[in-house]
């Protein structure tokens, strides 16, 4: 058995595996080469292999070189001259078995290195695979988002539309309030036309009826025959006055409802404008529709009430002044 030499521990394949592997291949009269050690072990890093197996040949004693027999003459000039040829010859081969186990050790540790440096080459491709697994899921995440995004992006564009088409409509009923709001205006100033008008036919009317009540004075001193009939017209007097009073009370009826429609209408376009608004999301345009809507109301009410005083001024049915019996 040969010496073990110190060197550090390794893991895996032992020194005492390749020493055991090598002797024995040298006891079946085989050389032990590295890759008959490999194997006869049948395992283990062919470098570790190979810087134990030169460690171990570096332990082995050198062989001697066989006495050469030769005849008894010959054997005196020749034993000087093949004493120096086998020491230099063993000089030579212990020089070159050391470059050799030289060599071999630095091949051994380029091999080691190498290995390492492979298996940091498998990790970081280990880690890049996982890494670009990673970044594909990654991908696909932001895609997702993309998608979802574009989605969300047509979905409002549609509704922009949605809403441009109902302020369009908001502004047309607004163009449409502002056509009724000065035809309202110009109502209202022909209302204002009428009411002065009236009162100028009420002062007229007044004057009339001065007249009138100072003829029907006048007569009924002068003629005290005609009691019965001046009886007479005062009971048509008093039937025109209820007339009148029916009319004014269906008049008053009638404008009522009509002040009743007018504010459905205007709780309505009220409702309109409000939704028209809440659609465009525009504060003005609620608002400047509550305006005109309640400015063309005002001017209807206002129109409404002048008719109706108009029609309480007219002259009742009576008989006219300066009319004499």
Known sequence: MSRQPSLPPTAGISYEQVAAAAENLEGRGAEPTLQRVCEHLGAGSPNRIQRHLSAWRAARPAPEPPTPRLPESLIGAL???LARHASAA?????????EARSDAASLAELGETMEQRLTELETRATTAESAAEQAMARRDELQTGFNELRESLER?????????????????????????LEEAVQARLAAERQTRDADAERIKAERNQAVADTQRDSALVTVREKTEQHAELQKELQAERARQRQEIAELRNEQKQRADAMERARHEA??????AA???SKAEIRAEALQATQAALKSRMDAMQV???QRSLR???GRPSGERD
Do not use: C, W
């Open 79 to 81: 034993e000087e001259e």
């Open 90 to 98: 063993l000089a030579r081969g212990e020089k070159l078995a050391e």
């Open 156 to 180: 409002e564009q549609r509704e922009s539309r949605t809403h441009r088409e109902a302020l369009l409509q908001t502004r047309q009923q607004v163009e449409m309030l502002r056509e009724q």
């Open 270 to 275: 009220l409702k309109q404008a409000q939704e």
């Open 278 to 280: 809440q659609r465009a």
């Open 307 to 309: 008719q109706q005083r």
């Open 315 to 317: 002259p009742t049915g």
